[in-house]
Nanobody, 128 residues
């Protein structure tokens, strides 16, 4: 089980931006596809965005398309989620995890977490 550490969350006003980071101390993210998930109070955890291991295939939840961008820097051993034009409904704890899925044609399909051992996540609060 790869242990990932999330950072970069915080309070932000609607329309603002945040950049979340996911690090893999003691492991190599190049070997894995990575996904970002979020869980709002009283709701189930949902997948936000995923990126393939090496060829850059990506997927986004419909609710974040055009606002969020996922990237992966294998040289720095990190994955990031750039979040722009944030909305109150984006408020949640955000988690990163290694994922499985199928990368084809620039897209990443059927993204799901490989395990069920989640880190502490990073809180994102969008409020005026």
């Amino acid at each position: 089980q790869v242990q990932l550490v999330e950072s970069g969350g915080g309070p932000v006003q609607p329309g603002g931006s945040l950049r979340l980071s996911c690090a893999a101390p003691g492991d190599t993210l190049e070997d894995y596809a990575v996904g970002w998930f979020r869980q709002a109070p009283g709701k189930a955890r949902e997948v936000v965005s995923c990126i393939s291991r090496t060829d850059g295939g990506r997927s986004y939840a419909d609710s974040v398309k055009g606002r969020f961008t996922i990237s992966k820097d294998n040289a720095k051993n990190t994955a990031t989620l750039q979040m722009n034009n944030l909305k109150p409904e984006d408020t949640a704890i955000y988690y990163c995890a290694t994922v499985r899925g199928t990368s084809r044609g620039g897209n990443f399909y059927l993204c799901e977490a490989r395990g069920n051992d989640w880190g502490q996540g990073t809180q994102v609060t969008v409020s005026s």
